[in-house]
């Protein structure tokens, strides 16, 4: 028999800044998101202190200071890089592997003779903390969704290590009623309303509801859910994530802007970020859409966006870079302070079958030496692991630039930033 596992990395962020910095273990710690805005992740020791997931840090600035608590700034290259190394180090210990997010994997695992996959969950719990020094919580069911009920379980119960099979126990039923119904996997927000004012307040009883009843008002999906539930299997794992639809790059300012010099700034550092994702998928596009907005606090609101369908699908820099700076006008008003913009490439298509136009022809010649020219910037730029070449626009100082101040400065994708041990 096949088993689902649900692979989760505890307190992720938190405890990435902890592995890497042993000094901050078994302190409080909490990581804030881009512009020090609120707290996105926790220690467990600051989860002790009743520290709240999602407050802006301002509210909570004192609080924290009195109870000595470390504050960081989100590094994104450190918790990708780790994310990379653990889902490296799950591939092994399994069949198949869906990679669900930043710290989550679905994998799959054929069950032993005697059906106890525990001494298999120990050995990757115990590999992982001796690799990467992260704890991890491995839930294990029929499928996809039991796996998820199985890795809350197994966090709530203090008792269990970090592992728990909902297929090995007796009384289900008292586990399933554990779970709150807005805590299962699919049930939104006004899904979890819906079925609380029919009474359906948790996991065992959303199992014995009325079948015609959820699939009459949830359809399919509702279906779906309460099947898994049972333990029919509904979701395959998925190897290969789809394909996007479209790429985004986004960002809210450190400081609100007014100028159009700004503006432009940050939509061409966007801009060069989303062909380069482009490009590592190996994917280019047709459509190309810019926006900007003010505050959602702002008294005075204003957004805007702006679009160009393209003669030909493209990922090259230059060219995209051309269309976003003229677009930018268009976006643009004097009146605002603007608090966030982006750029979104869309209708993506594999890079090799793209439709040439006509009209460009001519500049065929021109378009080879810029992809050449890309392309090398491309390495130059990974070989690095950083920007060390770009567009100038870039270069310029701006204000509105994200304030990261208090970034632990430790990477493990940059060997200048690599901790030093003097003996
Ligand atoms: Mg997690």
């Known amino acids: 028999m096949e088993a689902i596992a649900l692979v989760d990395g505890n307190?992720?962020?938190?405890?990435?800044?902890?592995?890497?910095?042993?000094?901050?273990?078994?302190?409080?710690?909490?990581v804030l998101s881009n512009n020090d805005g609120c707290i996105i992740a926790r220690s467990s020791e600051a989860r002790a202190l009743r520290i709240k997931m999602g407050?802006?840090?301002?509210?909570?600035?004192?609080?924290?200071?009195?109870?000595?608590?470390?504050?960081?700034?989100?590094?994104?290259?450190?918790?990708?890089?780790?994310?990379?190394?653990?889902?490296?180090?799950?591939?092994?210990?399994?069949?198949?592997?869906?990679?669900?997010?930043?710290?989550?994997?679905f994998i799959s695992i054929n069950r032993p003779h005697d059906n106890n996959l525990y001494p298999w969950a120990r050995e990757i719990r115990t590999s992982i903390y001796q690799k990467l020094g992260i704890n991890i919580t491995v839930g294990i069911g029929s499928n996809k969704l039991r796996s998820k009920l199985a890795n809350r379980l197994a966090k709530k119960i203090n008792t269990s290590s970090g592992i728990f099979d909902l297929e090995k126990i007796n009384n289900e039923d008292e586990y399933l009623r554990?779970?709150?119904?807005?805590?299962?996997?699919?049930?939104?927000?006004?899904?979890?309303?819906?079925?609380?004012?029919?009474?359906?307040?948790?996991?065992?009883?959303?199992?014995?509801?009325?079948?015609?009843?959820?699939?009459?008002?949830?359809?399919?999906?509702?279906?779906?859910?309460?099947?898994?539930?049972?333990?029919?299997?509904?979701?395959?794992?998925?190897?290969?994530?789809?394909s996007k639809k479209e790429i985004r790059v986004s960002r809210s300012f450190g400081k609100p802007i007014t100028k159009l010099e700004d503006l432009k700034q940050a939509l061409s550092i966007y801009t060069i970020t989303a062909a380069e994702k482009m490009r590592l998928q190996n994917l280019q596009a047709s459509t190309v859409t810019i926006f900007t907005r003010t505050s959602h606090y702002s008294n005075s609101s204003y957004q805007k966006s702006a679009h160009k369908i393209l003669i030909e699908s493209t990922n090259n820099t230059i060219y995209l870079l051309k269309i976003v700076l003229e677009l930018s006008k268009d976006i643009y008003h004097p009146d605002y302070k603007l608090a966030k913009a982006g750029v979104i490439m869309q209708d993506l298509t594999p890079h090799n079958y793209s439709q040439k136009s006509i009209i460009n022809y001519p500049l065929k010649g021109k378009s080879e030496r810029e992809r050449d020219l890309i392309k090398t910037i491309d390495f130059i730029n990974k070989r690095f692991k950083s920007e060390k070449i770009t567009w100038g626009i870039t270069v310029k100082k701006g204000s509105w630039k994200m304030n990261r101040n208090l970034l632990s400065g430790i990477s493990t994708t940059n060997i200048s930033r690599i901790p030093t041990i003097i003996i």
């Open 55 to 105: 407050v802006p840090y301002f509210k909570v600035k004192e609080k924290l200071k009195k109870e000595k608590v470390v504050v960081l700034s989100s590094n994104y290259s450190l918790y990708g890089d780790m994310s990379r190394r653990l889902m490296n180090l799950l591939t092994k210990y399994c069949e198949q592997i869906e990679i669900y997010s930043i710290d989550e994997a």
């Open 11 to 30: 307190n992720f962020y938190a405890s990435c800044e902890q592995s890497i910095n042993p000094s901050l273990r078994g302190k409080p710690l909490v």
């Open 178 to 242: 554990k779970i709150k119904i807005e805590n299962i996997w699919g049930i939104g927000y006004q899904t979890s309303k819906w079925l609380q004012s029919k009474g359906i307040k948790n996991a065992k009883e959303l199992k014995e509801m009325n079948q015609y009843e959820i699939k009459k008002k949830l359809g399919i999906v509702g279906e779906r859910i309460q099947l898994e539930l049972k333990g029919y299997k509904c979701l395959p794992i998925e190897k290969v994530k789809k």
